[in-house]
């Protein structure tokens, strides 16, 4: 009975760690977005997004014109906001990291993953 106990807990130990999603707090967003640019994949097509600190964002797809919105942080609800042009209401997302990849998160569509470049970088080298 110990021996099998033993056994039962040395495999447990060796089995390799889980990942865990992780949702990100409101200043760990801040951080991560603040004067930097997300760059993925959206409704199957390539993106890039800039997040200047002074809370305007660009939006850039392959092939199409270039879009200026704003975007904030919700302290209260621990979520990236967005506002575009033609939008009349603000748009949340949280923002979750799995295994060392980002993902926009909201009720409406799929987990969509992003990496993070620093800087501004709407243009790819």
């Not at 990942?19 to 993925?40: R, Y």
């Not at 200047?52 to 942080?73: L, N």
């Amino acid at each position: 009975m110990i021996r099998r106990t033993f056994l039962a807990c040395l495999l447990v130990l060796a089995l390799p760690a889980q990942a865990q999603s992780v949702k990100l707090k409101a200043h760990e967003i801040d951080a991560l977005l603040s004067g930097n640019t997300a760059v993925g994949k959206w409704d199957g097509t390539a993106y890039r997004q800039f997040f200047d600190a002074d809370g305007t964002t660009i939006y850039a797809q392959e092939g199409a014109r270039s879009t200026r919105g704003q975007w904030r942080i919700d302290a209260a609800k621990d979520e990236y906001q967005s506002i575009w042009p033609r939008d009349s209401d603000w748009e949340g997302w949280f923002v979750m990291e799995w295994d060392g990849t980002f993902y926009w998160v909201s009720k409406k569509t799929p987990p969509t993953p992003f990496k993070l470049l620093e800087g501004e970088q709407l243009v790819s080298p």
